[in-house]
């Protein structure tokens, strides 16, 4: 079997289809479904089992699984419960790595661009212990991820056990089908694309920074299949492991990915820019560019998505159908 934690999610529901696709269809999900509607994102799904995060650690006993993909994570950049954020990505996710090193499973987990702070120090996926604590998380959630990648980086520079595989994937801005259950967490794109369809004016951020232009902030905006494909990959190519960014290594602005989506619908663009809140002005990141050069010299190479064939993508098979999921 294999098992996905988070496998509800946005990110892991995307997993689990493409498992199913490759075939597998025994393939168990760890999340919660709660009453939002997550339901939606399995429901062309075909799985062996679903069960909730408390009872994890006892249904793994006596089991054997083909790998853990372990992308379950309180993920929100605003969570402010300390003691749950890292009981529930540090400490669990430590759990599981154990679990894992203890009965020879591939471990692939996901870490976050959250981890880079500001980016004063770089978007360099170097797992090394000095570089990795030069990095400064600038949220709880950063913070939670960070801790898991230090604790990892320092059983490898040990040379303790280890799983057989384990890779940690650091995803930039990820966009695509099944986000919807995301709230304010979904991309401006899910977000706004009802107004953009209805012609009603789609509002940005204006910049507060000299020498950037209203609604030129960037980041490594990533299509969640080639998310996708780099998690294949790696399930297909167990000789590889380490700390590596999932991005596209080209920073596009929020204008460029509206802009996107009005041309996907031949629409002409309807924006405007409204200050940004006050609150969030001396923590708000202006660029995130992936650099992933490491992924490609481990032999990854699938390519990326460029952002309009992706945005005309997620439209056309997604956003503008009844029905949105995957």
Known sequence: MLLVTGGAGFIGSNVVAALNQAGRSDVVVCDLLGSDGKWRNLAKRQLVDIVPPAELEGWLKGRKLDAMIHLGAISETTATDGD???????????????????????????????????????????????????????????????????????????GDRLPPQWAGLKFFNVFGPNEYHKGSMMSVLARRFDDVKAGRVVQLFKSHREGIVDGDQRRDFIYVDDVVRVVMWLLATPSVSGLFNVGTGKARSFKDLMLAAYAALGRSPNIEYIDMPEAIRGSYQYFTQSKVDRLHRAGYNGGFTTLEDAVKAYVGDYLDRPDRFR
């Open 84 to 158: 749950l954020v890292l009981e529930t990505n540090f400490r669990l996710s430590m759990r599981l790595l154990d679990w894992c090193t203890a009965n020879a499973v591939p471990f692939i987990y996901a870490s976050s661009a959250a981890t880079y702070g500001d980016g004063a120090n770089g978007f360099d996926d170097d797992s090394s212990l000095p570089a990795l604590k030069k990095l400064r998380p600038m949220n709880l959630y950063g913070w939670s991820k960070h801790l898991f990648d230090l604790a990892v980086a320092e059983r490898v520079a040990r």
